[in-house]
């Protein structure tokens, strides 16, 4: 079985106010067990914010080192999940699913190596 990234797309800026987060990160977990009941999930995790990253950039001999995100934007990678699916249509499935527990965008790409 293949296996996909589920890559979660946030704003930036400070997190929703508690009220917002906290329905938000049930349904997370709900939808973390199904998964897991099924089969599907393999590992997921939530990042810092893009402001704690830092870049390596490899430039002739030697590798620049930069604080901060490697593209400027409005959003970052704000965490992921990897699941085992079939295939693409199935792990479209529990992309769905996630992007509606938490109203974001997320990109679902296959991990190569993996049949």
Do not use: C
């Amino acid at each position: 079985m293949k296996q996909y990234l589920l890559s979660i797309y946030q704003p930036d800026g400070e997190p929703p106010p508690p009220e917002v987060l906290e329905p938000i990160m049930r349904d997370l977990d709900a939808l973390n067990e199904e998964m897991r009941a099924e089969g599907a999930w393999v590992f997921a995790a939530g990042l810092h914010p893009a402001s704690t990253a830092t870049v390596l950039r490899a430039r002739g001999d030697d590798v620049l080192i930069t604080d901060g995100p490697f593209a400027e934007g409005k959003e970052h990678l704000g965490g992921f999940t990897i699941v085992r699916a079939p295939d693409l249509d199935a792990a479209l499935v529990w992309g769905r699913k996630l992007a509606r527990v938490l109203t974001l965008p997320v990109e679902v790409r296959p991990l190569y190596g993996e049949d």
